[in-house]
């Protein structure tokens, strides 16, 4: 708990502020929300209704400076002049998540990576809640954990963990620990220094002790070239798909084996979500099961049924023979990696938008084997071209969705599999990855 705090700043009027204002509330704190921004009508009517006050379009930076603590949304930058003006008057800036794990005794399970992380979140929730736990999911999908605990409090959260989220916490302390894999990204926010990418990624551990785990991928250099010269204090559980006789989770012989506590087989075939990457989800969910002791069954069960999520590798129509695919939540290249590497068909791939410097060379031989056309979706292609022009025949550039959806249907045949899988940010013509996402299906629908 926060002690002796009465005034809280909160910097960012949208979920992760909204959540944390809520909360802040609700426990008794003097709330004061402010955005550099304009606040959505819908943040606002909340705020207005909690009897919480705030401002947009600017920062009473006096105000916000004799505050306790403060706040700060993962999305604001800590080059930001306020927060800057924060750290040099002394005051301190925490997370969202830092600051809603401090009014709560729950147990938390707590995931980041580069790439995974929404479908493990879900996947592990999805083990949760059928085992009958009083459970709910949170941090970077779905609703913020602030606004979560605000509204109810749950005895396990699982929490999807940006980088952006860790950098700002100081006692957060998950109970378990998921780190997926590292591949370069968000590199404008860390002086374009992929160490200072992979330190925030392993923030998320700095608190674990001996009773705490922490899940890993065997198989990202990454993480394994970190780790020598890291200390971790939690219990370390590692995930491989190849054999290996330290892992806590491998594949043998076509099945997942976990061994903790005891064995828990499951045949590949059965899961309900395919790829490679998945593969590692599954076996992160299956181990986190494992530790909380739900049944074998109930682990088998959440795996086989659980479906593809919105905006990743999300079918959405089949079109004179062709299937159209929304993956717009891959926004990275490693992303936009796993989303060729599933898909089987031919593949007329639509890409393109706010490049956060992209090194696009892991996705050269995919295309080389899979790609027949390149839409390209952005006001900046330059840097696909250069890299892509000597594997594919054809590379367009279009400036919207219905112009990318309309150009790849007339370049696509029977058997063919358009997919949107943007490996970019969306913020040039878009509000989010999921605004994109539903203008492509929108698109598609008016085929």
């Keep these: 708990m926060i002690s002796n705090c009465q005034n809280i700043a ?10 944390a204002a809520l909360l802040a509330c609700k426990k008794g704190y003097n709330v004061w929300v402010s955005d550099y921004n ?94 009958g736990k009083n459970v709910a999911c949170a941090g970077n999908v779905g609703e913020s954990f602030a606004r979560s605990l605000a509204r109810e409090e749950a005895d396990i959260y699982v929490l999807e963990i940006s980088s952006f989220q860790l950098d700002d916490i100081q006692l ?33 551990t700095m608190n674990q002790d001996s009773g705490d785990y922490f899940i890993y991928n065997m198989e990202d250099s990454t993480i394994e070239n970190a780790l020598k010269e890291k200390n971790i204090h939690a219990q370390c559980l590692g995930m491989s798909i190849a054999p290996n006789a330290d892992a806590t989770a491998s594949v043998q012989e076509k099945s997942i084996i976990v061994n903790h506590k005891n064995i828990f087989k499951m045949n590949l ?51 004179k023979g ?3 695919i929304n993956d717009s939540k891959a926004t990275n290249v490693n992303s936009s990696w796993y989303a060729l590497e599933t898909v089987q068909n031919p593949i007329v791939w639509i890409v393109g938008g706010i490049d956060k410097g992209n090194d696009y060379e892991i996705l050269q031989e995919l295309v080389k084997q899979k790609v027949k056309t390149i839409i390209c979706l952005g006001q900046d292609n330059m840097k696909i071209h250069e890299a892509f022009s000597k594997y594919v025949d054809l590379i367009i550039n279009t400036y919207s969705m219905e112009e990318a959806v309309s150009v790849a249907n007339h370049f696509s045949s029977k058997g063919d599999a358009v997919v949107l899988s943007p490996a970019c940010a969306s913020f040039d013509l878009f509000d989010n990855y999921e605004h994109r996402g539903r203008c492509f299906k929108a698109a598609v629908r008016e085929l």
């Design 172 to 204: 957060f302390k998950p109970h378990v620990a998921v780190l997926l894999n590292i591949t370069p990204d968000h590199l404008d926010r860390y002086d374009d220094k992929f160490e200072n990418y992979i330190e925030s990624k392993f923030r998320i």
């Design 38 to 131: 304009a606040i959505l009508d819908h943040y606002k009517q909340e705020l207005d209704s909690n009897g919480i006050d705030y401002e947009e379009y600017g920062h009473d930076q006096a105000k916000i400076l004799s505050a306790d603590y403060i706040v700060k949304s993962p999305g604001i930058s800590p080059k930001a002049p306020i927060v800057q003006a924060a750290y040099k008057m002394g005051v301190p800036v925490i997370s969202e998540i830092e600051f809603a794990s401090r009014h709560t005794d729950a147990k938390i399970i707590a995931i980041t990576g580069s790439n995974g992380k929404t479908t493990t979140t879900s996947l592990t929730y999805n083990v949760f809640s059928k085992a």
């Design 269 to 319: 075939a059965e899961l309900g979500l395919s790829g490679q990457h998945n593969v590692y989800n599954s076996m992160a969910a299956s181990i986190t099961g494992k530790i909380f002791d739900i049944k074998k069954e109930v682990i088998r069960e959440s795996l086989s049924d659980f479906k593809s999520l919105e905006h990743r590798l999300e079918f959405v129509a089949k079109v």
């Design 10 to 19: 909160i910097l960012g009027a949208q979920e992760s502020g909204l959540g």
């Design 322 to 324: 062709v299937e159209y």
